[in-house]
């Protein structure tokens, strides 16, 4: 039987994309999720209008994210009832093994011929996957921090989406036999924790705002349904964590600004930052979609920030991202504090791409 990732004789760069993501997706315990994808590369070509928007792309097909768009795509349309045989499979079959190929195949050729503008449209939009079991990474970060400077925190966020990060306040974690923050809460986040257990102590966050090219709103229920859409069918735990996470958000609306991260990043850090209080750059699965110069600048506000922080006013840059061969994603942290280690990135965990597990390793002894 032909592997997820083995290429097809006349498999074009939209096939074999598709089919690189599947074995990915395999590899992580998402069966439903591999076969679709592999059922798409398989499909894709009947449909010549949609295939050459794909097979013609721009850009970098992987960077792009070009193949969470179109399975975006084809879960709205599920979700909201214009593909009723893909809504029926995706309710049916949850995450469990996967129907048969030629069924899925048959599925999937219908709802891409019927359908050809409006997945169009999705490809033309940037991802929007605002995990936020991905916070207990930050969390950790955080907790770690304290326990050698204890000091509230001010989180900004790069590429916050619709903010429910900024949130973490409002949510439970349970971080490998330690639990923090609202515990009572509607969203306790509870990843499978690896490694070193979490330091303990409280979770103090004196603020936090973010920043997005093209920020969501929480209380737009169009905006709702692009974020449920990204989720992938049969994802039961994600969505109930994603809609717990978008009640919260009703309540206690994120701080979301739009524009660059770079230039957002730069104007913020500039500000004066009270004595006593800890500034933490926040960001998660995003330098992949930033181009060079948007990284640069990034990383220029970040040099310039840590030149002058103290150990009376803190800066530590937490990121969870691919590493640069893309094996495994990283919780790296960074701190400046007026120290001779100021600058040096610490890998503290490695993590599961969307937070379901944390193999932690701490940033001390």
Known sequence: MRSFAEPCPGDGRAAAQLRIEAAKAAAFGKPLAAALMSALARVLPSVPSLHA????????LAADGVAFRLN????ALALGGEAPELADLYASRGNALPPAPDRLDRILSRVLEDHPRTLTSWLAHPTQTNEVARVAGLVAALLALGRETPLPCEVLELG?????????????F?????TVGDTDGPLFIVP???????A??????AGARGVDLHPLDARDPDHRRRLESYVWPGEVQRSARLAAALGIAQVHPPVVEEGRASRWLARELA???????RRVVFHSMVLQYADAAERAGIEAALAAAGAVATRDRPLARVGIEWRADRACVELRITRHEGSGEDGLPHLA??????????DWRGIGP
């Open 53 to 60: 928007h794909v097979e013609d792309w721009p850009g970098d």
């Open 72 to 75: 975006a795509g084809l879960h």
């Open 160 to 172: 916050a989406s619709a903010g429910l990060n900024l949130n973490l306040a409002h949510y439970g």
């Open 174 to 178: 349970g971080l490998g036999g330690m």
């Open 192 to 198: 499978d924790w690896r490694g070193r257990t979490a």
């Open 200 to 205: 303990a102590g409280p979770l103090a966050v």
């Open 271 to 277: 500000r004066p930052q009270p004595a006593g209080v």
């Open 349 to 358: 965990a490695i993590c599961h791409p969307y937070g379901e597990w944390f």
